[in-house]
């Protein structure tokens, strides 16, 4: 696998964070009982005892941070569009500024949950005897003030990104899923990445036509791309549009014949005709089947690109002995 489909589905439902949260909130109350056991101790005294604590506990700080986890996983799911990343290049490079670009989200994420996890604490904890003397010397002081933002964002930084993380590892075996045969399993499929054990390439597509759906050879495909959120495919039989997107087919087809050029296409090595420099670091790419086409690719890719044609010039024309993955397999694996 190249190439991560951010399918954010984990950052999509709310409810999937409830558990980490609540662990994380479990993890601090036995690291502030193990190390400063005084302070928790007449904590419980204050509350009335260890039911009042434990209530206050539930209900005064679990139940307005998870308005906060809400808050927090909107935010990283929004930016995500806002800088429209839908997918992630499996390099440590990419990986690392990835979430990097995440940071200043969760570094000002304090401003936008603390008017509401902090009321909704007050009207919580102090119902129904709300005073205006505890609001000030203990909630107020914790809106939009540094010794507020201080307490906060620490959490917010560890939370933030244990969610960041876990989404990318459920997308990661979402993406696992697609490229397996329907007989294998996620865990299947985890293991025979880890091994690095041969797997099947696609080899055939369905597409739309003006009569209907079709399957096409990909071998007869000439280019993949993708204008406007729509994906299409240059066929010796026309231009078609697919449903697959270009980090699903940079995943499933065989990279001795196909290179992906940028985000916005993937071209067929077979029919390669040329490439030429072009201007501020690009080149573009001719198609033989293309020749009106000019694809545009960055010099970085420029290495990859030369890798790509030695490998598919020495590349033997033998058909593999490896079985084709189903074309008509959905995102689950089962036909």
């Known amino acids: 696998m190249k190439t991560l489909e951010l399918n954010r589905s984990f950052l999509k439902k709310s409810w ?35 039911v009042g604590y434990l209530f206050n506990w539930i209900i005064g700080f679990y139940v307005p941070e998870f308005v906060s986890l809400y808050i927090l996983l909107t935010l990283l799911d929004r ?3 806002v800088l429209r990343l839908n997918e992630l290049a499996l390099t440590p490079k990419s990986i690392l500024g990835y979430e990097l670009k995440f940071l200043p989200v969760l570094l000002t994420a304090y401003f936008f949950f603390i008017p509401i996890t902090l ?6 904890r102090e119902f129904p005897n709300f005073e205006a003397e505890r609001y000030e010397n203990y909630y107020l002081v914790l809106l939009y003030t540094f010794k507020g933002y201080i307490i906060y964002t620490p959490f917010v930084l560890i939370l933030g990104y244990v969610l960041l993380n876990i989404s990318l590892f459920i997308d990661f075996l979402q993406n696992l899923k697609k490229t397996a045969s329907p007989e294998e399993t996620v ?4 293991t025979s990445y880890a091994k690095g054990t041969p797997r099947a390439f696609l080899q055939l597509i369905e597409a739309k036509t003006a009569t209907g759906d079709t399957l096409l050879n990909v071998n007869d495909c000439y280019l993949f791309e993708t204008e ?15 449903s697959k997107s270009l980090a699903e087919l940079e995943n499933e087809l065989d990279p001795d014949r196909f290179f992906r050029g940028n985000r916005s296409f993937i071209i067929n090595l077979n029919y390669f005709d040329s490439y030429t420099y072009w201007e501020k670091g690009k080149y573009i790419l ?11 690719m960055p010099r970085a890719r420029m290495q990859n690109l030369k890798e790509a044609l030695e490998k598919n010039l ?3 024309d033998s058909p593999s002995p490896v079985a084709a993955i ?6 689950t694996g089962n036909s």
């Open 187 to 190: 865990f299947d499929a985890f």
């Open 16 to 50: 999937s964070g409830l558990v980490i949260l609540f662990f994380i909130v479990l993890f601090y109350e036995i690291f502030s009982w193990t190390f400063n056991p005084e302070f928790k101790t007449t904590s419980v005294e204050t509350s009335n005892g260890f």
């Open 326 to 331: 189903s074309p008509l397999a959905d995102s």
């Open 119 to 124: 009321h909704l604490r007050f009207f919580l």
């Open 286 to 296: 001719h198609s033989k089947k293309l020749p009106n086409k000019e694809l545009v």
């Open 314 to 316: 020495t590349k033997s």
């Open 79 to 81: 930016f995500h569009d």
């Open 228 to 242: 406007e959120g729509n994906y299409f495919v240059e066929h010796s039989k026309g231009r078609f549009t697919i």
